[in-house]
């Protein structure tokens, strides 16, 4: 079994910045594309930034110029650095990964963080 934890949310004023962490943990053989979604209070779900297999990035275009996805293929880990915060971008946010475990499993993107909570308020 795969899992995705992640850290780094918290309280930020408007105009601020913050890091989120991912780290994949379970018996992982290989982590082809990852992304971060995140939901606001009432919202759909929303497509922040991901990385595909390729190591092709994209981004909302809301978020453009501001967020930046990486990734570290030996720790298993991806951050989302977030700059110039607004306060309505303020929601849960979610790691998201596609999996493939040591014993040829593979999960798709099936497997999701249980996400953490951003607020941008000052």
């Known amino acids: 079994q795969v899992q995705l934890v992640e850290s780094g949310g918290g309280l930020v004023q408007p105009g601020g910045s913050l890091s989120l962490s991912c780290v994949a943990a379970?018996?992982?053989?290989?982590?082809?594309?990852v992304a971060w979604y995140r939901q606001a209070n009432g919202k759909q779900s929303e497509l922040v930034a991901s990385?595909?297999?390729?190591?092709?990035?994209n981004y909302a275009d809301s978020v453009t110029g501001r967020f930046t996805i990486s990734r570290d293929n030996f720790k298993n880990a991806m951050t989302l650095h977030m700059n110039s915060l607004k306060p309505e971008e303020k929601a849960i946010y979610y790691c998201?990964?596609?999996?493939?475990?040591?014993?040829?499993?593979?999960?798709?993107?099936?497997?999701w963080g249980k996400g953490t909570l951003v607020t941008v308020s000052s």
């Open positions: 998201n990964a596609e999996i493939e475990d040591t014993e040829g499993r593979y999960y798709g993107m099936a497997t």
């Open positions: 990385i595909d297999s390729a190591g092709i990035r």
């Open positions: 379970g018996n992982i053989y290989s982590i082809y594309a």
